[in-house]
């Protein structure tokens, strides 16, 4: 993978994590996926249990307040 692809790859990331469209961010990864969060401890296998991952945690967000 090229430097200029894996730059690409995380601002692909960040515009979908920021949407707050969990379609967004799914639309990243290929059914059968494995996404680990460490600061959550949560392990996502498959775009099911990745999509209840972002819901919450969008929810946790939403809540915070700066």
């Known amino acids: 993978m090229a430097t200029s692809d894996l730059g690409r790859m995380f ?7 920021s949407s707050k469209d ?16 460490v600061t959550f401890g949560v392990v ?7 999509r209840s991952f972002v819901e919450r ?5 939403s809540r915070l307040r700066a």
């Open 22 to 37: 969990p379609e967004r961010v799914l639309a990243l990864f290929v059914d059968d996926c494995v996404f680990e969060d």
């Open 57 to 61: 945690a969008r929810g946790l967000n």
């Open 11 to 17: 601002d692909d990331w960040a515009v979908a994590w």
């Open 44 to 50: 996502a296998r498959g775009k099911e249990e990745l």
